[in-house]
Protein backbone atom coordinates (compact mmCIF):
# COMPACT_ATOMS: atom_id res chain seq x y z
CA UNK A 1 0.00 0.00 0.00
CA UNK A 2 1.24 3.01 -1.09
CA UNK A 3 1.41 6.26 1.31
CA UNK A 4 0.25 8.81 -0.98
CA UNK A 5 -2.05 8.28 -4.22
CA UNK A 6 -1.64 11.04 -6.41
CA UNK A 7 -5.03 11.32 -9.14
CA UNK A 8 -4.87 12.83 -12.14
CA UNK A 9 -7.96 13.38 -14.53
CA UNK A 10 -7.02 13.22 -18.30
CA UNK A 11 -8.60 14.68 -21.29
CA UNK A 12 -6.14 15.33 -24.15
CA UNK A 13 -3.28 16.54 -22.16
CA UNK A 14 -0.80 14.99 -24.98
CA UNK A 15 0.74 17.81 -24.89
CA UNK A 16 1.62 18.11 -21.06
CA UNK A 17 2.29 14.42 -19.92
CA UNK A 18 6.06 13.95 -20.56
CA UNK A 19 6.51 17.13 -18.05
CA UNK A 20 3.56 15.76 -16.10
CA UNK A 21 5.24 12.27 -15.75
CA UNK A 22 8.76 13.99 -15.19
CA UNK A 23 7.43 16.22 -12.11
CA UNK A 24 6.09 13.10 -10.48
CA UNK A 25 8.32 10.19 -11.28
CA UNK A 26 11.33 12.57 -9.98
CA UNK A 27 9.80 13.74 -7.04
CA UNK A 28 12.16 13.47 -3.49
CA UNK A 29 9.36 11.04 -2.28
CA UNK A 30 8.98 8.36 -4.04
CA UNK A 31 6.01 6.07 -2.05
CA UNK A 32 3.42 6.84 -4.35
CA UNK A 33 0.63 5.54 -6.78
CA UNK A 34 0.04 7.63 -9.39
CA UNK A 35 -3.43 7.10 -10.57
CA UNK A 36 -4.32 8.23 -14.15
CA UNK A 37 -8.17 8.82 -15.12
CA UNK A 38 -8.42 8.64 -19.17
CA UNK A 39 -11.88 10.93 -19.41
CA UNK A 40 -12.43 9.85 -23.13
CA UNK A 41 -9.41 11.64 -24.42
CA UNK A 42 -9.30 11.53 -28.55
CA UNK A 43 -5.92 12.72 -28.66
CA UNK A 44 -3.14 9.97 -27.81
CA UNK A 45 -2.79 10.56 -24.27
CA UNK A 46 -3.73 6.65 -23.60
CA UNK A 47 -0.65 5.87 -25.74
CA UNK A 48 1.55 8.39 -23.53
CA UNK A 49 0.18 7.32 -20.32
CA UNK A 50 0.43 3.22 -21.37
CA UNK A 51 4.43 3.85 -22.58
CA UNK A 52 4.96 5.00 -18.53
CA UNK A 53 3.21 1.98 -16.96
CA UNK A 54 5.10 -0.35 -18.95
CA UNK A 55 8.57 1.26 -17.27
CA UNK A 56 7.26 2.24 -13.86
CA UNK A 57 4.28 -0.15 -12.04
CA UNK A 58 3.43 2.59 -9.29
CA UNK A 59 1.23 4.07 -12.32
CA UNK A 60 -2.10 2.82 -12.69
CA UNK A 61 -4.09 3.83 -16.24
CA UNK A 62 -8.22 3.71 -15.98
CA UNK A 63 -10.46 4.74 -19.00
CA UNK A 64 -14.21 5.90 -18.76
CA UNK A 65 -15.98 7.01 -21.43
CA UNK A 66 -15.91 11.33 -20.82
CA UNK A 67 -17.72 12.64 -18.15
CA UNK A 68 -15.64 15.45 -16.66
CA UNK A 69 -13.02 16.23 -14.58
CA UNK A 70 -15.09 15.58 -11.30
CA UNK A 71 -16.38 11.92 -12.28
CA UNK A 72 -12.49 11.36 -13.50
CA UNK A 73 -11.71 12.67 -9.93
CA UNK A 74 -14.52 10.35 -8.32
CA UNK A 75 -13.24 7.31 -10.00
CA UNK A 76 -9.64 7.91 -9.16
CA UNK A 77 -10.38 8.27 -5.49
CA UNK A 78 -12.51 5.08 -5.34
CA UNK A 79 -9.76 3.17 -6.44
CA UNK A 80 -6.76 4.76 -4.59
CA UNK A 81 -5.29 3.08 -1.98
CA UNK A 82 -2.98 5.21 -0.84
CA UNK A 83 -3.41 6.58 3.29
CA UNK A 84 -3.03 10.31 2.11
CA UNK A 85 -4.28 11.73 -1.85
CA UNK A 86 -3.61 14.57 -3.76
CA UNK A 87 -5.80 15.33 -7.14
CA UNK A 88 -4.24 17.57 -9.50
CA UNK A 89 -4.20 18.18 -12.98
CA UNK A 90 -2.32 17.29 -15.78
CA UNK A 91 -1.47 20.60 -16.98
CA UNK A 92 0.07 22.22 -14.25
CA UNK A 93 3.30 22.06 -12.80
CA UNK A 94 4.85 20.58 -9.61
CA UNK A 95 7.70 21.00 -7.43
CA UNK A 96 9.81 17.73 -6.97
CA UNK A 97 9.67 18.31 -3.28
CA UNK A 98 5.56 18.57 -3.34
CA UNK A 99 5.29 15.14 -2.23
CA UNK A 100 7.73 15.07 0.10
CA UNK A 101 6.87 18.42 2.21
CA UNK A 102 2.99 17.79 1.98
CA UNK A 103 3.44 14.62 3.48
CA UNK A 104 6.16 15.25 6.11
CA UNK A 105 3.98 18.26 7.64
CA UNK A 106 0.52 15.43 7.48
CA UNK A 107 2.75 13.43 9.36
CA UNK A 108 4.35 15.60 11.71
CA UNK A 109 0.74 17.61 12.38
CA UNK A 110 -1.43 14.42 11.90
CA UNK A 111 -3.75 16.67 9.92
CA UNK A 112 -6.70 16.40 7.88
CA UNK A 113 -5.56 18.65 5.08
CA UNK A 114 -2.57 20.24 4.53
CA UNK A 115 -2.40 23.46 2.38
CA UNK A 116 1.10 24.45 0.16
CA UNK A 117 1.02 28.33 -1.78
CA UNK A 118 1.12 28.38 -5.80
CA UNK A 119 2.47 30.43 -8.46
CA UNK A 120 -0.22 31.47 -10.86
CA UNK A 121 1.03 31.97 -14.26
CA UNK A 122 -1.22 33.86 -16.90
CA UNK A 123 -0.71 32.08 -19.95
CA UNK A 124 -2.23 34.49 -22.56
CA UNK A 125 0.01 37.64 -20.64
CA UNK A 126 2.85 35.75 -19.30
CA UNK A 127 2.00 37.76 -15.80
CA UNK A 128 2.94 35.12 -12.87
CA UNK A 129 1.57 35.73 -9.62
CA UNK A 130 2.65 34.30 -6.33
CA UNK A 131 2.07 33.20 -3.01
CA UNK A 132 -1.55 32.35 -3.81
CA UNK A 133 -3.37 29.36 -2.06
CA UNK A 134 -3.14 30.44 1.83
CA UNK A 135 -4.39 34.05 2.59
CA UNK A 136 -2.44 34.88 5.60
CA UNK A 137 -4.80 37.74 6.31
CA UNK A 138 -7.32 34.84 7.72
CA UNK A 139 -4.94 32.47 8.97
CA UNK A 140 -5.09 32.11 12.42
CA UNK A 141 -2.66 31.81 14.83
CA UNK A 142 -2.19 28.13 15.64
CA UNK A 143 0.03 25.50 13.39
CA UNK A 144 -2.58 23.69 13.08
CA UNK A 145 -6.17 24.90 12.48
CA UNK A 146 -10.08 24.36 12.14
CA UNK A 147 -13.55 26.12 11.81
CA UNK A 148 -13.53 26.18 15.26
CA UNK A 149 -9.98 28.54 15.42
CA UNK A 150 -11.68 31.13 12.93
CA UNK A 151 -14.66 33.02 11.42
CA UNK A 152 -13.37 32.93 7.70
CA UNK A 153 -12.47 28.97 7.18
CA UNK A 154 -13.75 29.52 3.86
CA UNK A 155 -11.44 32.51 2.98
CA UNK A 156 -8.30 30.64 4.73
CA UNK A 157 -7.42 29.05 0.93
CA UNK A 158 -8.69 29.04 -2.48
CA UNK A 159 -11.44 26.55 -3.74
CA UNK A 160 -9.24 24.59 -5.64
CA UNK A 161 -7.71 21.43 -5.00
CA UNK A 162 -3.93 21.04 -6.60
CA UNK A 163 -2.30 22.36 -3.91
CA UNK A 164 -3.58 20.29 -1.13
CA UNK A 165 -3.37 16.67 0.45
CA UNK A 166 -5.85 14.81 2.01
CA UNK A 167 -6.16 12.04 4.41
CA UNK A 168 -7.70 9.65 2.45
CA UNK A 169 -9.73 7.84 5.70
CA UNK A 170 -10.84 11.59 6.08
CA UNK A 171 -11.98 11.94 1.97
CA UNK A 172 -13.96 8.33 2.52
CA UNK A 173 -14.97 9.22 5.75
CA UNK A 174 -17.22 11.97 5.35
CA UNK A 175 -18.06 10.71 1.59
CA UNK A 176 -16.41 14.00 0.27
CA UNK A 177 -17.09 13.82 -3.76
CA UNK A 178 -16.38 15.91 -6.30
CA UNK A 179 -19.32 17.51 -8.32
CA UNK A 180 -20.01 16.07 -12.09
CA UNK A 181 -20.54 19.42 -13.34
CA UNK A 182 -18.15 20.32 -16.13
CA UNK A 183 -17.04 23.48 -14.45
CA UNK A 184 -16.30 24.18 -10.53
CA UNK A 185 -16.51 20.68 -10.10
CA UNK A 186 -13.77 21.08 -7.28
CA UNK A 187 -15.40 23.77 -5.10
CA UNK A 188 -17.59 21.70 -3.06
CA UNK A 189 -14.87 19.12 -2.61
CA UNK A 190 -12.66 21.48 -0.83
CA UNK A 191 -14.84 23.66 1.08
CA UNK A 192 -17.14 20.61 2.25
CA UNK A 193 -13.49 19.45 3.27
CA UNK A 194 -12.09 22.54 4.78
CA UNK A 195 -15.75 22.94 6.67
CA UNK A 196 -15.35 18.72 7.87
CA UNK A 197 -11.78 18.89 8.76
CA UNK A 198 -10.61 19.05 12.86
CA UNK A 199 -6.90 19.12 11.79
CA UNK A 200 -5.57 21.60 8.84
CA UNK A 201 -2.34 22.99 8.87
CA UNK A 202 0.13 24.62 5.98
CA UNK A 203 3.11 25.41 4.61
CA UNK A 204 4.66 28.82 3.01
CA UNK A 205 6.05 26.87 0.18
CA UNK A 206 4.68 27.38 -3.47
CA UNK A 207 5.04 23.61 -4.72
CA UNK A 208 3.09 24.21 -7.83
CA UNK A 209 2.43 26.53 -10.63
CA UNK A 210 -1.27 26.87 -12.37
CA UNK A 211 -1.32 27.94 -16.38
CA UNK A 212 -3.99 30.25 -15.76
CA UNK A 213 -6.32 30.35 -19.27
CA UNK A 214 -4.72 27.33 -21.25
CA UNK A 215 -6.62 26.82 -23.73
CA UNK A 216 -7.53 22.97 -23.23
CA UNK A 217 -8.66 23.94 -19.82
CA UNK A 218 -12.23 23.66 -18.49
CA UNK A 219 -11.61 27.51 -16.97
CA UNK A 220 -11.34 28.83 -20.63
CA UNK A 221 -14.55 27.54 -21.07
CA UNK A 222 -16.10 29.27 -18.08
CA UNK A 223 -18.55 31.64 -20.25
CA UNK A 224 -20.72 28.27 -20.98
CA UNK A 225 -20.34 26.95 -17.58
CA UNK A 226 -20.05 30.01 -14.89
CA UNK A 227 -23.53 29.56 -14.02
CA UNK A 228 -22.42 25.85 -12.26
CA UNK A 229 -20.73 27.35 -9.58
CA UNK A 230 -24.24 27.66 -8.20
CA UNK A 231 -24.76 24.54 -7.96
CA UNK A 232 -21.67 23.63 -6.33
CA UNK A 233 -22.70 26.69 -3.69
CA UNK A 234 -25.99 23.91 -3.44
CA UNK A 235 -23.85 21.33 -2.72
CA UNK A 236 -22.08 22.68 0.23
CA UNK A 237 -24.87 24.41 2.16
CA UNK A 238 -26.81 21.08 1.95
CA UNK A 239 -23.42 19.61 3.08
CA UNK A 240 -23.04 21.83 6.20
CA UNK A 241 -26.83 21.38 7.31
CA UNK A 242 -26.08 17.65 7.16
CA UNK A 243 -22.88 18.14 9.25
CA UNK A 244 -25.16 20.83 11.66
CA UNK A 245 -22.96 23.14 10.41
CA UNK A 246 -25.23 26.07 8.59
CA UNK A 247 -25.29 27.89 11.44
CA UNK A 248 -21.95 28.61 12.82
CA UNK A 249 -20.28 28.91 9.41
CA UNK A 250 -23.30 31.21 7.89
CA UNK A 251 -21.27 34.18 7.46
CA UNK A 252 -18.36 32.52 6.12
CA UNK A 253 -19.93 30.79 3.45
CA UNK A 254 -21.75 33.98 2.32
CA UNK A 255 -18.53 36.01 1.61
CA UNK A 256 -17.44 32.61 -0.19
CA UNK A 257 -20.27 32.83 -2.56
CA UNK A 258 -20.16 36.86 -2.90
CA UNK A 259 -16.43 36.16 -3.82
CA UNK A 260 -16.83 33.47 -6.50
CA UNK A 261 -19.95 35.60 -8.33
CA UNK A 262 -17.59 38.52 -8.24
CA UNK A 263 -15.12 36.43 -9.74
CA UNK A 264 -17.14 34.58 -12.18
CA UNK A 265 -18.56 38.36 -13.30
CA UNK A 266 -15.27 39.65 -14.08
CA UNK A 267 -14.30 36.99 -16.50
CA UNK A 268 -17.03 37.12 -18.94
CA UNK A 269 -20.17 38.42 -19.98
CA UNK A 270 -22.81 36.41 -18.40
CA UNK A 271 -25.62 34.57 -20.03
CA UNK A 272 -29.12 34.48 -19.36
CA UNK A 273 -28.62 30.61 -18.34
CA UNK A 274 -25.93 32.37 -15.60
CA UNK A 275 -28.61 34.85 -14.60
CA UNK A 276 -31.63 32.68 -14.22
CA UNK A 277 -29.70 30.11 -12.51
CA UNK A 278 -28.88 33.14 -10.00
CA UNK A 279 -32.04 34.12 -9.60
CA UNK A 280 -33.18 30.70 -8.47
CA UNK A 281 -30.18 30.15 -6.31
CA UNK A 282 -30.86 33.51 -4.35
CA UNK A 283 -34.20 32.49 -3.86
CA UNK A 284 -32.79 29.57 -1.62
CA UNK A 285 -31.71 29.80 2.18
CA UNK A 286 -29.07 31.60 3.46
CA UNK A 287 -29.79 34.14 0.98
CA UNK A 288 -33.81 34.05 1.00
CA UNK A 289 -33.71 36.37 3.96
CA UNK A 290 -31.68 39.30 1.28
CA UNK A 291 -33.39 41.92 -0.75
CA UNK A 292 -31.76 43.54 -3.57
CA UNK A 293 -30.06 46.81 -0.59
CA UNK A 294 -28.00 43.77 1.17
CA UNK A 295 -26.46 42.30 -1.86
CA UNK A 296 -25.87 46.00 -3.66
CA UNK A 297 -23.73 46.64 0.05
CA UNK A 298 -22.52 42.92 -0.20
CA UNK A 299 -20.98 43.07 -4.32
CA UNK A 300 -19.95 46.85 -3.59
CA UNK A 301 -21.15 48.23 -6.81
CA UNK A 302 -20.06 51.72 -6.03
CA UNK A 303 -15.97 50.17 -5.52
CA UNK A 304 -16.15 48.65 -8.37
CA UNK A 305 -17.15 51.53 -10.44
CA UNK A 306 -14.48 53.68 -8.71
CA UNK A 307 -11.86 51.18 -9.93
CA UNK A 308 -13.35 51.26 -13.32
CA UNK A 309 -12.77 55.40 -13.43
CA UNK A 310 -9.33 54.94 -12.03
CA UNK A 311 -8.24 52.07 -14.53
CA UNK A 312 -9.75 54.40 -17.45
CA UNK A 313 -7.94 57.15 -16.24
CA UNK A 314 -4.44 55.25 -16.41
CA UNK A 315 -4.86 53.45 -19.18
CA UNK A 316 -5.93 57.08 -20.61
CA UNK A 317 -2.51 58.86 -19.51
CA UNK A 318 -0.52 55.82 -20.14
CA UNK A 319 -1.63 56.38 -23.63
CA UNK A 320 -2.87 52.70 -23.26
CA UNK A 321 0.74 50.93 -23.30
CA UNK A 322 0.02 49.41 -19.98
CA UNK A 323 -1.30 46.04 -20.53
CA UNK A 324 -2.04 45.56 -17.02
CA UNK A 325 -3.73 48.38 -16.09
CA UNK A 326 -6.03 47.91 -19.77
CA UNK A 327 -6.83 44.35 -18.32
CA UNK A 328 -7.56 45.24 -14.96
CA UNK A 329 -9.44 48.46 -16.33
CA UNK A 330 -11.44 45.61 -19.09
CA UNK A 331 -11.85 43.66 -16.61
CA UNK A 332 -13.41 45.70 -14.09
CA UNK A 333 -15.83 46.95 -17.01
CA UNK A 334 -17.13 43.59 -17.45
CA UNK A 335 -17.92 43.46 -13.86
CA UNK A 336 -20.12 46.59 -13.90
CA UNK A 337 -21.97 45.68 -17.10
CA UNK A 338 -22.44 42.15 -15.26
CA UNK A 339 -23.74 43.51 -12.06
CA UNK A 340 -26.28 45.88 -13.55
CA UNK A 341 -27.59 43.22 -15.68
CA UNK A 342 -27.72 40.60 -12.36
CA UNK A 343 -28.29 43.54 -9.34
CA UNK A 344 -32.47 43.18 -9.16
CA UNK A 345 -32.54 39.64 -9.85
CA UNK A 346 -33.97 39.57 -6.09
CA UNK A 347 -37.09 41.44 -7.97
Known amino acids: MPEVSIIVPVYNSSKYLDELFQNLLNQTFQDIEIICVDDGSQDNSAEIIKKYTGSDDRIKYIFQNNQGAGAARNTGVAVSTGKYLICIDSDDVYEKTMIEILYNKAKETDSDIVICKFKQIDIKSGKISHNLGVNNKYLPCTNVFSRKDTENIFQVTNPGTCNKLYKAEFVKRNNLKFSTTRCSNDIAFVLKAISAADKITHTDAELCTYKYMNSESISSKRTNYSYQSFIAYKEIYSFLKEKNLADELKDTYIKAVCASIVYGLSLFPVNAKHIETLKEFLSNEPFNEFSNKDLKILFNLKNLKNKYVKYRFLST ?28 VKN
Open 317 to 344: VTFGLNKTINHKKKSVGITINNFEKIID
